[in-house]
């Protein structure tokens, strides 16, 4: 049974940064595609990026690329998402996601594709 955790989340001003943290435990973390995805208040989930088991690949949605880094530390078994410039859409509560790949190298961005999800860390920007 694998079991993730986020947290991290918290209420900051828009401009601010905030750094979440995920981990994964019950199955080796190091091959494990991990993402992050977000619902805000009345609207679907959406993803917001992606890495690969290795950590050498990763995807962002357009409306956080550049302003948001994801990462992962494969010897601590956590997965970050570093988030600066924060803007009152951001707001959301964020879920961390694994999916078991076959190749490092592997990324998914499909919800559909992570079988394994946490219970979410609200992040709230104020204007």
């Known amino acids: 049974q694998v079991q993730v955790v986020e947290s991290g989340g918290d209420l900051v001003q828009a401009g601010g940064s905030l750094r979440l943290s995920c981990t994964a435990s019950?199955?080796?973390?190091?091959?494990?595609?991990m993402g992050w995805f977000r619902r805000a208040p009345g609207k679907e989930r959406a993803v917001v990026s992606s890495i690969s088991p290795s950590g050498g690949s990763t995807r962002y949605a357009d409306s956080v690329e550049g302003r948001f880094t994801i990462s992962r530390d494969n010897a601590e078994n956590r997965l970050y998402l570093q988030m600066t410039s924060l803007k009152p859409e951001d707001t959301a509560i964020y879920y961390c996601?694994?999916?078991?790949?076959?190749?490092?190298?592997?990324?998914?961005?499909?919800?559909?594709?992570?079988?394994?999800w946490g219970q979410g860390t609200q992040v709230t920007v104020s204007s």
């Open positions: 996601a694994a999916a078991r790949a076959s190749r490092a190298s592997y990324i998914y961005w499909d919800a559909s594709s992570f079988a394994y």
């Open positions: 019950g199955l080796a973390f190091a091959s494990l595609a």
